[in-house]
Nanobody, 118 residues
């Protein structure tokens, strides 16, 4: 399965917003859970938000109320709207899909850098 291609990262001031998007050509896009992860230098990759095929969403506590994940099954795209950004949100952001067979997340791309100045 091909990797995701992420875009939309950048450098912003605290309190500003960014919108990330991610596309792929996997054939089972509308059947799987999709997610955004992030990784900061020296830290493990963490799941930031996920969206099931039903539209049910999940967020880590630190981004609740600030980030919104969404998906467009017709376009095979996933989005992450990030508002009120904080310096601790600085990371490389990746999107992935969850395998129906083993539950692992796959489709790792190059990621997109988000930098929030402190």
């Amino acid at each position: 399965q091909p990797p995701f291609v992420e875009s939309g990262g950048g450098s912003v001031q605290p309190g500003e917003s960014l919108g990330l998007s991610c596309g792929t050509s996997i054939s089972i896009f509308n059947r799987v859970t999709l997610a955004w992860f992030r990784q900061s230098p020296g830290k493990e990759r963490e799941l930031v938000a996920s969206i099931a095929r039903t539209g049910t969403t999940h967020y880590i506590d630190s981004v609740k109320g600030r980030f919104t994940i969404s998906r467009d099954n017709a376009m095979n795209k996933i989005f992450l709207q990030m508002n009120n950004l904080r310096p601790e949100d600085t990371a490389v952001y990746f999107c992935a899909w969850q395998s129906l067979h083993d539950g692992l997340f796959k489709g790792w791309g190059q990621g997109t850098q988000v930098t929030v100045f402190s």
